[in-house]
């Protein structure tokens, strides 16, 4: 990927500038492993230096666990002395912060090796990867996230979450009513913020819906052709929640299980694929007969396995699935049957897409989307049938077969070939080292739980 000419970039800054002269900051973005959005703070004054020579940010940026901490068996911490690479920006991601007091902008940017080659531990750069494999096919994947949160109170209890009040009724919402109109209302200055700071930062985001449980919602995209960007819009859509959220006095949450007992947070995506002349391959009036999509959807099902860790990254990802909630575990596939891993909607012909229903809002977009391309690359070029779909009920015809658990998705990912001919194996050594650091971590730990059975039983 070439960086784009200095031109084009000094006039995206000098425009921007010029309509916003009250802007006296700008955050310069990056996305980590786990999603999480890292970087620096400039003054206004200093764009043009970002734009013509990149700023300076550490590899070990990308060898990050959940806490932030370097994860040294990665390689990419001591053993390189800790060593910088360079950050560019990624065109059209200039916008103003709607939350801030103090008017200031953010920036997207993307890693670069010093001599201008792309760093291949960005995220970004594991998907631009894959998606160059459709290109060099004459093919565009178009694609759009569904993004689940809860709106959660400020303070907790006992270091657990609860539903916030409603600035309207005073009360927790205990309803888990999905689709329910008043509960929209219950929020609605948060949520209508929300919407409209989206609008503002250029992200489509046209919908936000309630979902199954207290103060759950979720915010639909449209769908554009370039899955790189529907990436970005995820990831600053998630800060922009965020922030808007804390703005009214609330805090939100991602956590795939936040609430025993309650439904998880997914992140479900849609893809259809274009051809040269901008059409729909998927396009039919019967979609099992139309061989692109069913030939996508058997490579997107014999990768799925593999694929958890990067769909499901966490140790908390995994408390998600079950039927009761709609999470699917096991490779499956149907029409317009939200009980599968695989639903193909059948609205209208044109409209005949894959959506994507396995991972949870902790995932991180640029790893979930490079996954799934994959698993499509490999069906369209292996011809890869998927067997028959699904009616009805897939939790009473299909046993649990997706790993259950982190430690076995990280062996599914490691052992793959496939995933390993698609995403660089040195990256897949980095991810597996961080996750597998973190699940160290965790399993040494001693839960409340665990006091409270044994402390005195035993």
Same mark, same amino acid.
């Given at each position: 990927? +070439? ?53 300076? %940010? ?11 901490? /370097?994860?040294? +068996? ?19 991601? %200039? ?91 219950? !929020? ?15 992200? @489509? ?19 554009? @052709? ?6 970005? !819009? ?18 939100? /949450? ?29 396009? +039919? ?7 692109? %999509? ?9 990768? %799925? ?60 977009? !640029? ?21 028959? @779909? ?69």
């Amino acid at each position: 990927m +070439s960086v784009p000419p200095r031109a084009v970039q000094l006039n995206e800054a000098n425009a921007f500038l010029k309509e916003h002269p009250e802007v006296l900051y700008v955050d310069l973005l990056i996305a980590d492993m786990n999603g999480v959005v890292r970087g620096k703070r400039i003054e206004r004054t200093s764009l043009h230096k970002v734009y013509e020579k990149g700023i300076n %940010l550490p590899a070990s940026l990308f060898a990050l666990d959940i806490n932030g901490s /370097t994860v040294e +068996s990665t390689g990419l911490g001591l053993d390189i002395g800790d060593a910088d690479r360079i950050c560019y920006p990624i065109p059209d991601t %200039l916008s103003n912060e709607p939350w801030q007091k103090r008017p200031t902008a953010q920036l997207l940017m993307t890693m670069h090796e010093i001599e201008g080659e792309p760093f291949f531990a960005d995220p970004r750069e594991v998907l631009r990867q894959v998606v160059s494999k459709f290109t060099d096919m004459g093919l565009t994947i178009c694609a759009a996230f569904e993004l689940e949160f809860y709106l959660i109170d400020q303070e907790n209890v006992n270091g657990r979450p609860q539903p916030p009040r409603s600035p309207i009724s005073g009360k927790r919402p205990q309803s888990t009513q999905v689709y329910l109109i008043d509960d929209l209302d219950e !929020y609605a200055d948060c949520l209508q913020d929300i919407l409209e700071g989206a609008k503002e930062q250029g992200i @489509p985001a046209d919908a936000i819906v309630k979902e199954s449980a207290p103060a759950q919602f979720e915010v639909n995209l449209h769908h554009v @052709p370039d899955p790189l960007k529907a990436c970005d !819009y995820a990831v600053l859509l998630k800060r922009l929640i965020k922030n808007i959220a804390y703005d009214h006095e609330m805090d939100t /949450t991602f956590m795939a299980k936040p609430y025993p007992g309650q439904a998880g947070n997914g992140l479900h995506v849609h893809i259809s694929v274009l051809d040269k002349d901008g059409n729909n391959i998927f396009t +039919s009036e019967d979609p099992e007969q139309n061989a692109a %999509l069913r030939h996508a959807v058997g490579g997107v099902l014999e990768t %799925l396995p593999a694929s958890m860790a990067f769909l499901c990254p966490n140790v908390n990802s995994y408390r998600r699935f079950g039927a009761q909630f709609y999470v699917p575990n096991a490779p499956s596939w149907g029409l317009d049957n939200r009980t599968v891993a695989l639903r193909v909607p059948t609205g209208s012909p044109d409209a005949v897409r894959i959506e994507h229903r396995v991972a949870g809002a902790d995932a991180n977009p !640029y790893l979930m989307m490079a996954a799934v391309l994959a698993g499509v690359h490999h069906g369209l070029t292996n011809k890869i049938e998927p067997g028959e @779909p699904i009616e009805g009920n897939s939790y009473e015809q299909l046993e649990q077969s997706l790993p259950n658990n982190l430690r076995d998705a990280l062996r599914e990912l490691d052992d793959s070939e496939i995933l390993n001919k698609y995403i660089d194996p040195k990256y897949i050594d980095i991810f597996v080292a961080c996750k597998e650091s973190e699940l160290e971590e965790f399993e040494h730990s001693i839960s409340d739980l665990e006091y409270n059975w044994y402390l005195h039983t035993v």
